[in-house]
């Protein structure tokens, strides 16, 4: 898949944990772990804007597109 997740990274820069991230975008805590682990084929827009307002962060520090060969 040519979308690259780094979610896990971020939330390991501010040092927060899944349980917290899931507690203050109000997200169960499985569907974040499926969006940490690169489990999904997409994202609500409100869910991606919930959690970069958490996590103090741009849309492009959660998501990377990286070229197939």
Same mark, same amino acid.
């Given at each position: 898949?040519?979308?690259?997740?780094? $979610? +896990?990274?971020?939330?390991? +820069?501010?040092?927060?944990? $899944?349980? =917290? $991230? *899931? #507690?203050?975008?109000? /997200? &169960?805590? /499985?569907?974040?772990?499926?969006?940490?682990? !690169?489990?999904? *084929? &997409?994202?609500?827009?409100?869910?991606? #804007? &919930?959690?970069? #307002? /958490? $996590?103090?962060?741009?849309? !492009? +520090?959660?998501?990377?597109?990286?070229? #197939? =060969?």
């Amino acid at each position: 898949m040519p979308i690259v997740l780094r $979610l +896990d990274r971020v939330m390991a +820069d501010r040092k927060m944990s $899944l349980k =917290e $991230l *899931s #507690e203050r975008v109000g /997200v &169960a805590n /499985v569907n974040l772990s499926k969006l940490k682990t !690169g489990k999904v *084929s &997409a994202i609500r827009f409100s869910t991606l #804007e &919930a959690i970069c #307002e /958490v $996590l103090d962060c741009q849309p !492009g +520090d959660i998501l990377e597109y990286k070229r #197939e =060969e």
